[in-house]
């Protein structure tokens, strides 16, 4: 059983950056694949971002590469979600989400756990 718990989010101006960070309880959180999610009011959640259980591999969503940065600390038990350059379109409440099975996805069924998450509010 994984607990996850998101903290980060706030309102923030077009441009500006803000870190989520996503911690998780218990021993076992380096065997975990983890992602980032995000639900925008009246869509469906979608895939944000993902790392591998090392943190060798990432994967983004087309729409925030190269402005978003996924990273994690195994030592102490945190993903991140370092987003740059932030657009309107990606207010959203952001959850992370923790994936018993090898290899990141962007499947959301294929993750075990989920935080609450938090909420990100982009004004132009």
């Known amino acids: 059983q994984v607990q996850l718990v998101e903290s980060g989010g706030g309102l923030v101006q077009a441009g500006g950056s803000l870190r989520l960070s996503c911690a998780a309880s218990g021993r076992t959180f380096s065997s975990y694949v983890m992602g980032w999610f995000r639900r925008a009011p009246g869509k469906e959640r979608e895939f944000v971002a993902a790392?591998?259980?090392?943190?060798?591999?990432?994967y983004y969503a087309d729409s925030v590469k190269g402005r978003f940065t996924i990273s994690r600390d195994n030592a102490k038990n945190t993903v991140y979600l370092q987003m740059n350059t932030l657009k309107p379109e990606d207010t959203a409440v952001y959850f992370c989400a923790a994936k018993r099975s090898l290899g990141t996805s962007e499947a959301p069924d294929e993750y075990n756990y989920w935080g609450q998450g938090t909420q990100v509010t982009v004004s132009s």
């Open positions: 790392i591998s259980r090392g943190g060798g591999s990432t």
